[in-house]
């Protein structure tokens, strides 16, 4: 029954998803939709993602990660110069399949900095954890400042704190990337978000998923079941690390000129937010309160230089009310008098 329960709560959660996409499908093709919301299209299915994968470490690995960005800066700059390379020496002018294998290969290299990364991080616990990723973050942006990459035909040219390279300059250190060919699509945005639930929702309810919470809930009793607790937090780690790769793929490809600079610990904190306003462990609540404070900040230029003052009231208000627990039993008393109401007409019905 719990099985049967989860698999219609996911069809759900896919099904809304399709919904909200078909919608805004329908009003871009329509011209109904406004110029700057029809560009944060893509921007918002990059922090769903976001959040998304940071809630599976913060909400149902327990551990409080803040160099989510670090893990999307390597997927942006990779996928940005995979990109290039790919359509110079490997001749691919497809743009859709080109976003692809650039977002497989943010993928990967993100993964592969999330396992060397995770090996030394993960036996730490709680603040510890914390101010590490925050330290890697970090570091993660001072070195790419640093990096230069060029292409010369197939040949792939890199250097540290040296500008002076052969070819065509994809990565200018402190200047980022430039003329960045931007092939990101809302309808790639679209399908990463339906993958990452696949693959956050198939782990979660899955055998590991359960001795990721188990862990998560009494790391000393899950050690004495024989649990390997170091395993299941770096196997949580690693699939976000991914999953923020091909977010940063999908970002760095959305934008002509990409800089590290956009990768600062500001972004890592933006990106609990919506974990934490959407409800630390709630996957659907990540979607909603992503795409709602994405959008929030251009809804509210109205108020021209005041804006970012409503915006910060909103979310203090916001944190009021979801964290009050008159009105957290207001709203369980009311769905429980609907369940109630619904099964006494269900017995009626069947006498």
């Known amino acids: 029954m719990k099985l049967k329960k989860n698999a219609v709560n996911n069809i759900i959660c896919y099904?809304?998803?399709?919904?909200?996409?078909?919608?805004?499908?329908?009003?871009?093709?329509?011209?109904?939709?406004?110029?700057?919301?029809?560009?944060?299209?893509?921007?918002?299915?990059?922090?769903?993602?976001?959040?998304?994968?940071?809630?599976l470490v913060v909400g149902i690995s327990g551990e409080l990660s803040l160099g989510h960005a670090g893990f999307m800066s390597i997927g942006a700059f990779s996928s940005i110069i995979g990109a290039a390379w790919?359509?110079?020496?490997?001749?691919?002018?497809?743009?859709?399949?080109r976003l692809i294998l650039s977002m497989i290969v943010g993928g990967v290299f993100a993964g592969v900095f999330g396992v060397l990364i995770g090996i030394p991080v993960l036996r730490l616990r709680g603040d510890y954890l914390a101010i590490v990723?925050?330290?890697?973050?970090?570091?993660?942006?001072?070195v790419l400042n640093c990096f230069y990459f060029?292409?010369?035909g197939n040949r792939l040219h890199v250097a540290f704190n040296n500008p002076n390279l052969p070819g065509t300059i994809l990565l200018n250190g402190p200047n980022g990337a430039k003329d960045v060919a931007k092939i990101s699509t809302f309808p790639a945005g679209f399908v990463l978000i339906l993958f990452?639930?696949?693959?956050?929702?198939?782990?979660?309810?899955?055998?590991?998923?359960?001795?990721?919470m188990a862990t998560r809930d009494n790391r000393i009793a899950a050690e004495a079941m024989g649990i390997n607790v170091t395993k299941y937090k770096m196997m949580a780690f690693v699939t976000a690390a991914v999953l923020a790769g091909m977010a940063g793929a999908l970002y760095g490809?959305?934008?002509?000129?990409?800089?590290?600079?956009?990768?600062?610990?500001?972004?890592?904190?933006?990106?609990?937010?919506?974990?934490?306003l959407g409800g630390i462990g709630n996957i659907w609540g990540s979607i909603v309160a992503a795409a709602l404070l994405t959008v929030l900040p251009e809804l509210l230029r109205a108020f021209s230089d005041y804006r970012m003052l409503v915006y910060a009231i909103v979310l203090i208000?916001?944190?009021?009310?979801?964290?009050?627990?008159?009105?957290?039993?207001?709203?369980?008393?009311?769905?429980?008098?609907?369940g109630a109401a619904a099964q006494t007409q269900g017995g009626g019905a069947d006498e």
Do not use: H, W
């Open 15 to 55: 099904g809304l998803v399709i919904v909200v996409f078909i919608i805004c499908q329908a009003m871009i093709s329509n011209g109904s939709m406004t110029r700057s919301l029809k560009g944060q299209m893509v921007p918002i299915c990059v922090y769903i993602v976001m959040a998304v994968s940071l809630n």
């Open 86 to 97: 790919m359509r110079s020496a490997l001749g691919i002018e497809n743009e859709t399949l």
């Open 133 to 142: 990723t925050l330290a890697f973050g970090e570091i993660i942006r001072n």
């Open 150 to 152: 060029s292409l010369e």
């Open 196 to 212: 990452t639930l696949f693959v956050v929702l198939n782990l979660i309810n899955s055998r590991s998923g359960r001795a990721i």
């Open 253 to 276: 490809l959305n934008f002509s000129t990409v800089a590290a600079s956009k990768f600062k610990f500001d972004t890592s904190i933006l990106v609990l937010v919506f974990v934490v």
């Open 317 to 338: 208000l916001v944190m009021l009310v979801t964290n009050n627990p008159m009105i957290r039993g207001l709203v369980n008393g009311l769905f429980r008098r609907k």
